[in-house]
């Protein structure tokens, strides 16, 4: 995918984020979009991010330390993700205050899944069009 596209993935997936906390908050629309819209949502959008592909290449800390290959980032968010959740869990009304639901889980790894797999190909397609062979 091209920067350009990638751009308006990540503004799809926060106008789309925002969107779905609304709806949340008012309680309007349908039940699936309000529980789990934001859920696949925001670990998709917060992937883009620390991936840079929405930008400029900045390496920034965040992107050095965890953003460097897909794998890293899909791995620290999938983790980062049902780690709030189990919290819920585990420690209600504490440090993430909320009510567990196990598909919030299937949720965050569908988001991380679609854009892991629009990144790997994207990289795929740009190997191949510079002539140049996975390692």
Do not use: N
């Not at 503004?11 to 934001?38: Q, S």
């Not at 592909?53 to 460097?68: A, D, M, T, W």
């Not at 999938?78 to 639901?101: H, K, N």
């Amino acid at each position: 995918m091209s920067r350009k596209a990638w751009q308006i993935t990540s503004w799809t997936l926060l106008i789309f984020w925002i969107a779905c906390a609304v709806l949340e908050v008012t309680g309007a629309g349908p039940y699936v979009l309000r529980a789990y819209g934001a859920d696949v949502a925001l670990p998709a959008w917060m992937y883009i991010m620390l991936r840079s592909l929405e930008g400029p290449r900045r390496r920034q800390v965040f992107h050095r330390l965890f953003g460097s290959t897909p794998e890293q980032a899909v791995a620290l968010l999938f983790i980062g993700s049902t780690a709030t959740e189990l919290m819920q869990r585990f420690f209600p009304g504490g440090l993430v205050p909320g009510t567990y639901d196990a598909f919030d889980i299937v949720a965050y790894a569908a988001g991380l899944a679609a854009v892991y797999g629009l990144d790997k190909r994207s990289i795929e397609l740009r190997r191949r069009r510079d002539g140049r062979r996975e390692p």
